[in-house]
Nanobody
C-alpha cells in the first residue's frame, strides 16, 4: 500500500505562486507514475501533470497550464512536487496527488490506485 499526503495549498492572489508537495510512504515510489489532478467545485477531476519512469523520468503537463506549472520528483525524499506559478482564479480547485505502478493511461484518473486527500488552492482576483 502507498499512502500519499499533500501539502502546500493555500489562498493567494492572482499572479501568485505555490509549491504543492505530495509525500509518499509505505513503498518506494521511484519507478511509479506520479500525477496531479484537480477538481473545481461542481466539476470533474481533471488531469494536470504526471511524472513517469521508463528508464528516465518524463513529464507531461496539460496544455492549459504547461507554461505555468512544473512537476518534479525527489526519489530520495519519496516526494513529488507541483510548482504552480502565475495563478489565475480559474486555477482554484482541490489538488490531488495520485500514484500507480504502470505508465500507461496516465491522463485517466480511474487508472490510479493511490490517492491523497487533496490540498486546496484558492486564487482571488
Amino acid at each position: 500500500q502507498v499512502q500519499l499526503v499533500e501539502s502546500g495549498g493555500g489562498s493567494v492572489q492572482a499572479g501568485g505562486s505555490l509549491r504543492l508537495s505530495c509525500a509518499a510512504s509505505g513503498r518506494t515510489i521511484s519507478t511509479y507514475t506520479l500525477a496531479w489532478f484537480r477538481q473545481a467545485p461542481g466539476k470533474g477531476r481533471d488531469f494536470v501533470a504526471a511524472s513517469i519512469w521508463n528508464g528516465i523520468v518524463r513529464t507531461y503537463i496539460t496544455d492549459s497550464v504547461n507554461d505555468r506549472f512544473t512537476i518534479s520528483r525527489d526519489n530520495a525524499e519519496n516526494t513529488v512536487y507541483l510548482e504552480v506559478n502565475s495563478l489565475k482564479p480559474e486555477d482554484t480547485a482541490l489538488y490531488y496527488c495520485a500514484a500507480k505502478t504502470s505508465n500507461v493511461e496516465i491522463y485517466s484518473s480511474g487508472s490510479y490506485a493511490y490517492w491523497g486527500q487533496g490540498t486546496q488552492v484558492t486564487v482571488s482576483s
